[in-house]
């Protein structure tokens, strides 16, 4: 367990910047559930964001808007995010988990085997910072360098595709048991102009040390026609610059064959989405 040597609850944004910018042992405390049971060596002074009104959720035409102290629980539940993103939500833990985890704060921790990660980068997240000034990133920028935008600043939401502006998404995945993690995990986003491939996001969770997008197979599909070869290109190409890690859920060559069967399975489910 964290020793907390100083506990804050600020009303204010700005309250909050000032404190933590105090120094690197003062971080935020959302949900709790990463930071409390983490084992830090040193004590840590927590700001908690509860105040901040920061747990709204819109959906407006092609946008969601979320703040970053939304409870997961909140995404399931929501009837306007639609099935992939609150499926993806669903999947994180179990309902204690999701009630009190936050969508903020599993940005910040970033786990490699996040399935609401790899739906938010399928939907091209873009992630909001007060740095102390605003700031506007892709979520793949800060999965690359959590540290780097992180420390001293905070991430107050973010806006992805809705359900109308994303029609084409599927997600696969295979694990142990049906509520462990993921040893691998798919997530895609199609979009289709006439009898062509408009474009393809591919997100991938067990394969890094982070969620990854697979951006040359995206480049290689766009453009490509919108028949049963994209399938078999899109797998050729996530393939071939794919190294996965071993460890107790799997070895590098199972996670690369199940790479293979899920971006096929997951495509097929979106592109049948949009047929
Ligand atoms: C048993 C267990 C299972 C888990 N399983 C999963 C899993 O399957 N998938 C997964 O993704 N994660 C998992 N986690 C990690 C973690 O619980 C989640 O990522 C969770 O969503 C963190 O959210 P939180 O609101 O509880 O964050 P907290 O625990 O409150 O904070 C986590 C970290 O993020 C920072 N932080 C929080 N909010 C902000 C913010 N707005 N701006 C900047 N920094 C912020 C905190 O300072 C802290 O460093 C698991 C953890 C445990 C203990």
Redesign the pocket.
């Given at each position: 367990m964290v020793r907390i040597s100083e506990y804050h609850r600020p009303q204010t944004l700005d309250g909050v910047l000032a404190l933590l910018q105090r120094d690197q042992s003062t971080?935020?405390?959302?949900?709790?559930?990463?930071?409390?049971?983490?084992k830090a060596p040193d004590a840590q002074a927590?700001v908690d964001?509860q105040a901040l009104g920061?747990d709204q959720l819109s959906v407006e035409g092609f946008r969601i808007h979320v703040g970053?102290?939304l409870p997961?629980q909140r995404l399931v539940e929501s009837t306007g995010v639609g099935e992939f993103l609150a499926g993806a939500a669903h999947l994180?833990?179990p309902i204690t988990?999701r009630n009190?985890?936050?969508?903020?704060?599993?940005?910040?921790?970033?786990?490699p085997?996040?399935?609401?990660?790899i739906a938010l980068l399928a939907l091209d997240a873009e992630v909001h910072?007060r740095l102390p000034d605003l700031a506007t990133l892709s979520l793949d920028r800060i999965l690359d360098a959590p540290r780097k935008f992180?420390d001293g600043?905070?991430?107050?939401g973010l806006t992805a595709l809705s359900p109308h502006g994303a029609p084409g998404t599927a997600m696969a995945h295979v694990a142990r048991t049906p509520r462990d993690?993921p040893i691998v995990a798919v997530a895609v986003r199609v979009t289709r102009e006439g009898d062509r491939c408009g474009g393809v996001r591919i997100a991938l969770a067990g394969v890094a040390d982070r969620p990854i997008r697979a951006y040359q197979a995206e480049d290689r599909l766009k453009g490509q026609p919108f028949d049963k070869g994209l399938v078999d290109l899109a797998v050729a190409a996530v393939l071939e610059h794919l190294n996965p890690p071993s460890d107790f859920r799997g070895s590098s060559e199972y996670r690369r064959e199940m790479v293979a069967v899920l971006t096929r399975r997951a495509l097929l489910d979106a592109c049948g989405k949009l047929a």
């Open positions: 971080v935020p405390l959302a949900g709790g559930t990463d930071l409390v049971p983490s927590v964001l920061l970053a102290m997961l994180e833990g988990h009190a985890a936050t969508v903020g704060g599993t940005i910040a921790v970033g786990d085997h996040s399935f609401l990660l910072l992180l600043g905070l991430i107050i993690k």
